[in-house]
Structure formats: structure tokens, C-alpha cells
């Protein structure tokens, strides 16, 4: 090989490489985000190790941890996508007919926290179920949807 090809394989492997430690795909198994985010939807997203100090910030589509409640009762960690409502210092009012029977309830997001909901908020489990969730878990920014291609394109 010539030394421009090895210098050329030497550049396209870093980029490679550091595009895949600063991203990773997830992808969506509930309804809970339709019609933005449909079932089987894979997404592109962006590790928060990379992200400014104003992630996680309102209306943005995150991934976060959470702790899943197993049908035996066990608890696992799972992988969830959701949009951020309110983030630390915020005060939201929360209201869901199917949920809290049309009563509204004020919600002051604790420094640190976010408070995340789903966008079909009939089918979404999420903070309204189990409350503020540490901004620490939150783990990355949904960026595209990479597949199916004809769904393929920008969140926002």
C-alpha cells in the first residue's frame, strides 16, 4: 500500500471509531411516543458524555434508565425514550384524564431532576407513574430515526 491509502484507512477508522463511541442506536418497543416514535423505530442517538451543559432541556427526546417492574415482581433496569417536560427549577402542571380523572396537579421538578412524559399520553408509562427522574440517568439525545428507511429522518 502507498502511504496516502494507509494515511486515508488510518483517518476513516478513527472517524469510525469515535462516531461509535459518541453514539449508540436504541430501539423503541412501546407506543408511548406515537406518533413521533412508532414500535420498532431504531434511532440514532448521542451519548451524553458528548452534550453541552443544557442536556437534558425541555421538549428534547431522550433516553434515560429506569428501574421496570417485572411480571413476577422483580425489577430490572430498562432503557426508555421519552420527551422532557420540565427539567430542575421547573413547576409543571400535570392533568391525564385516564390517569388522575381529570384533576391537574402541580409538580415542582426538584434541581437536578427531570420530568418526562410520553407523547401518547394515554398508553405512556412515565413521570406521572413514578415521578422526577435523577438528570444523571438521563443517557443520551434521540437525534434520527435510521430505520425503516421510509420513516428515516430527524427528531425533534
Given at each position: 500500500?502507498?502511504?496516502?491509502?494507509?494515511?486515508?484507512?488510518?483517518?476513516?477508522?478513527?472517524?469510525?471509531?469515535?462516531?461509535?463511541?459518541?453514539?449508540?442506536?436504541?430501539?423503541?418497543?412501546?407506543?408511548?411516543?406515537?406518533?413521533?416514535?412508532?414500535?420498532?423505530?431504531?434511532?440514532?442517538?448521542?451519548?451524553?458524555?458528548?452534550?453541552?451543559?443544557?442536556?437534558?432541556?425541555?421538549?428534547?427526546?431522550?433516553v434515560f434508565t429506569a428501574d421496570a417492574k417485572g411480571p413476577e415482581g422483580g425489577s430490572s433496569r430498562r432503557r426508555m425514550v421519552k420527551r422532557v417536560a420540565a427539567?430542575?427549577?421547573?413547576?409543571?402542571?400535570?392533568?391525564?384524564?385516564?390517569?388522575?380523572?381529570?384533576?391537574?396537579?402541580?409538580?415542582?421538578?426538584?434541581?437536578?431532576?427531570?420530568?418526562?412524559?410520553?407523547?401518547?399520553?394515554?398508553?405512556?408509562?412515565?413521570?406521572?407513574?413514578?415521578?422526577?427522574?435523577?438528570?444523571?440517568?438521563?443517557?443520551?439525545?434521540?437525534?434520527?430515526?435510521?430505520?425503516?428507511?421510509?420513516?428515516?429522518?430527524?427528531?425533534?
Amino acid at each position: 500500500m502507498h502511504t496516502a491509502e494507509l494515511v486515508y484507512l488510518a483517518v476513516l477508522t478513527l472517524t469510525f471509531s469515535m462516531i461509535a463511541s459518541f453514539t449508540c442506536f436504541v430501539r423503541v418497543v412501546s407506543d408511548s411516543m406515537a406518533p413521533t416514535l412508532l414500535v420498532d423505530d431504531r434511532l440514532l442517538v448521542i451519548r451524553r458524555a458528548v452534550l453541552t451543559r443544557c442536556f437534558p432541556a425541555r421538549g428534547q427526546i431522550v433516553v434515560f434508565t429506569a428501574d421496570a417492574k417485572g411480571p413476577e415482581g422483580g425489577s430490572s433496569r430498562r432503557r426508555m425514550v421519552k420527551r422532557v417536560a420540565a427539567t430542575g427549577g421547573d413547576s409543571i402542571l400535570v392533568g391525564d384524564d385516564v390517569r388522575v380523572e381529570g384533576v391537574c396537579r402541580r409538580v415542582d421538578v426538584p434541581a437536578g431532576g427531570v420530568y418526562v412524559l410520553g407523547d401518547n399520553r394515554q398508553v405512556s408509562r412515565d413521570s406521572r407513574e413514578y415521578g422526577c427522574i435523577p438528570s444523571r440517568q438521563v443517557t443520551g439525545l434521540v437525534v434520527l430515526v435510521v430505520w425503516p428507511l421510509r420513516r428515516a429522518r430527524a427528531v425533534r
